[in-house]
């Protein structure tokens, strides 16, 4: 089975500093990949994903992230956060298994940014 | 926002009684999932459906029962609440063109006394 780790598991910046969350999973097949944002309070929303293609990848809100395969990585970047992206955010893997797709989460990175 | 509506959203009940979450989709949606959110544990899985009558599960189902018997509505049964299995729990929905690309309800907050 697919597992997906995230290594930060909180995060504190300031405002206009620049943000990288890893994520790293295993699995050696064809994954897609997904990062989510629960901001306080609130349900998962989707941040960007990645299925095939450029492996550099934006989403809403001036996130970014990369896939690289060699690495068995998908980091989220953002150049210069703000106090509203206080976040959980979550890295997500999926992989086909006998025509259904099971996601996998990693356990999540709280971020906190100050004004 | 994807239609996706859970109930009820909080919940307290006694160790040993019997509980039902319910989520309701009106995307006409194939998968549907049940997660449970803890601090420190992310997101873990407990049961997923790919369609009708059909069920699986996930890592964490010991002590949960699921049933879909339509497309809509996905059903998640603690038959005997316990204590850890306080917690907010997640309905997720996926169609099959963006595979994995999950949409959520709100959540159902439930507390076991």
């Known amino acids: 089975a697919q597992s997906v780790s995230q290594h930060n598991h909180h995060v504190i910046l300031s405002e206009a500093a620049s943000l990288e969350l890893g994520c790293n999973y295993s699995?050696?097949?064809?994954?897609?990949l997904f990062w989510y944002v629960q901001y306080p309070g609130q349900h998962l929303q989707l941040l960007l994903k990645?299925?095939?293609?450029?492996?550099l990848v934006k989403g809403i809100k001036g996130f970014e992230a990369e896939f690289i395969k060699s690495k068995f990585s998908f980091n989220l970047r953002k150049p210069s956060v703000q106090w509203s992206d206080t976040a959980e955010y979550f890295c997500?893997?999926?992989?086909?298994?006998?025509?259904?797709?099971?996601?996998?989460f990693g356990r999540g990175t709280s971020l906190i940014v100050h004004p | 926002d994807a239609g996706i509506t859970q109930s009820p959203r909080h919940k307290v009940t006694e160790t040993g009684t019997p509980v039902t979450l319910r989520c309701h989709q009106t995307?006409?949606?194939?998968?549907m999932y049940w997660y449970r959110q803890d601090p420190g544990h992310g997101l873990r899985l407990i049961h997923y459906?790919?369609?009708?009558?059909?069920?699986d599960k996930g890592e964490v189902s010991d002590g949960y029962s699921v049933s879909r018997s339509k497309t809509e509505d996905f059903l998640l049964t603690l038959e005997s609440a316990t204590s850890s299995q306080t917690s907010v729990y997640f309905c997720?929905?996926?169609?099959?063109?963006?595979?994995?690309?999950?949409?959520f309800g709100e959540g159902s907050r439930l507390t076991v006394l």
């Open positions: 997720a929905i996926s169609g099959g063109t963006r595979a994995g690309e999950l949409f």
């Open positions: 699995y050696g097949g064809t994954v897609n």
């Open positions: 990645y299925f095939s293609g450029d492996p």
């Open positions: 997500a893997v999926t992989v086909s298994s006998g025509g259904s797709y099971i996601p996998t």
């Open positions: 995307e006409n949606h194939r998968y």
């Open positions: 459906s790919y369609g009708v009558k059909d069920t």
